[in-house]
């Protein structure tokens, strides 16, 4: 049995070290999942005070405040303190980080400080690893590139037996004198075949404000049973990470979703074991195989009977479809608008949709009588004044009841072929 510590940096929903987690147990090895520091939001009037991640960005609250998002209070000697006496009582073989590509320099920073004390492997997954795994590898000892249920498993199958852990297929690795070895990827997992994520509280630590406390999750994982019944989407936006891992591993096939029997199994158990009230389907686009749908709707009222939320875009979804989610409990559901000009969505987003279908899509959320959420991005660098005029008018439109929780402007990720524009602009 070999001991894997699994480390976030800052709180917000992370799927991927409860996942790992899960895998590890059910090979039989032992896991701890640290989540240290927490994001905050500030004004843009006092964000100087702290540090922000990088492609952080404005928010700007229905309020009409700005808001700079991804902002942290340093690291703390007693926040290190407190992390490095909490994989010392574990006594972990293997750490492992689950990061994106905003903070490289702040993993960077911790993995420096854990070298000093802990003469283990130390792998690098995730998003950002997977994107840049050039700038990822001189930190770590391994980068796993893409889905990591496998990797995680062999590394810690290799390191238990005492085996070479070099030629790990799906991973980059550091070798002694410093050389990159960069090994084919593997192939996108099935998904019937993952393990139920591990979100038993007793296996999570939250380290923040020079406080730890153990089992309790971070505090936007309540009574909310955050699942994915697929990965993968049938759209790729220029601006989105979707369109990204299809250009790197191929669109055939990479729109996965689980099997009704193994969703609704790992429901059932997070119903019995967990104190939840609620279900968030966190699928890219959740109104998609209405054959899934028909299957999967009935059961879930039946056998798990909570109210859930999810996403749908304006394209894939109709009112019956809409009526048939909420017979099942959907209470309210959060639809991508992001722009309310045709040009900006065609030319530059790759989500050519007309508005008068998006503006037909959100009175159906209206009619099925859900609750209705809908995502919007402003200040993207290519909008000219007709744009925008466009924007406001669509919304002048749109129906009212449909709201927007905040306006976010455009980050662009590094190699997102929206970022490529924007640079050549
Ligand atoms: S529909 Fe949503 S998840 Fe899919 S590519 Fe576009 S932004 Fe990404």
């Not at 492609?55 to 303190?81: A, H, Q, V």
């Not at 609750?371 to 466009?390: C, K, P, Q, V």
């Amino acid at each position: 049995m070999a001991r894997v510590a699994l480390i976030k940096l800052f709180t917000g929903l992370n799927l991927a070290p409860a996942q790992l987690s899960g895998e590890l147990l059910r090979a039989g090895h032992k896991s701890k999942i640290i989540y240290f520091k927490n994001y905050e939001d500030h004004l843009v009037g006092e964000a100087g005070n702290y540090e922000v991640a990088d492609f952080s960005g404005r928010l700007y609250s229905i309020d009409g405040r700005e808001l700079i998002w991804n902002c942290y209070k340093p690291f703390s000697d007693t926040e290190y303190e407190l992390l490095i006496n909490e994989l010392r009582d574990f006594a972990p073989d293997v750490i492992g980080f689950s990061l994106y590509s905003g903070i490289i320099k702040e993993s960077a920073q911790v993995t420096r400080k854990l070298r000093e004390h802990f003469d283990v492997p130390i792998i690098w997954g995730g998003a950002g690893p997977t994107l840049e795994p050039e700038l990822c590898i001189p930190h770590a000892d391994l980068v796993c590139i893409n889905e990591g249920e496998e990797v995680i498993v062999d590394l810690a199958n290799r390191v238990d037996a005492g085996l070479p852990w070099d030629d790990i297929e799906g991973t980059w690795v550091k070798a002694a004198d410093g050389t990159i070895i960069k090994h084919k990827n593997r192939p996108n997992i099935p998904l019937n075949n993952i393990a139920i994520p591990d979100w038993k509280r007793g296996n999570y630590v939250h380290i923040n404000a020079d406080q730890v406390k153990r089992g309790r999750f971070p505090q936007n994982l309540g009574r909310e049973y955050p699942i994915m019944t697929q990965r993968g989407c049938p759209f790729s936006c220029s601006f989105c990470i979707e369109s990204r891992y299809q250009e790197m591993f191929g669109k055939k096939d990479s729109l996965r979703r689980r099997s009704v029997d193994v969703v609704l199994e790992e429901l059932r158990w997070a119903k019995q074991f967990l104190d939840i009230e609620t279900i968030l389907f966190y699928d890219d686009v959740f109104t998609v195989n209405p054959q899934w749908l028909r299957e999967f709707l009935p059961r879930y009222k039946e056998e798990i009977g909570l109210p859930f939320w999810c996403y749908t875009y304006p394209t894939t979804h109709n009112v019956e479809l809409l009526k048939s989610l909420k017979a099942a409990g959907c209470i309210s559901i959060t639809m991508g608008v992001q722009s309310g000009s045709e040009r900006i969505l065609r030319d530059y987003y790759n989500r050519p949709t007309k508005m008068t279908r998006v503006i037909e899509a959100g009175r159906e959320i209206v009619e099925a009588g859900l609750t209705g959420f809908f995502d919007l991005i402003t200040s993207n660098e290519f909008d000219r004044e007709e744009d925008l005029r466009a924007t406001f008018e669509f919304l002048l439109e749109f129906p009212k009841e449909l709201k927007c929780v905040a306006f976010g402007e455009m980050i662009s990720f590094p190699t997102y072929s929206y970022s490529l524009m924007s640079e050549q602009n």
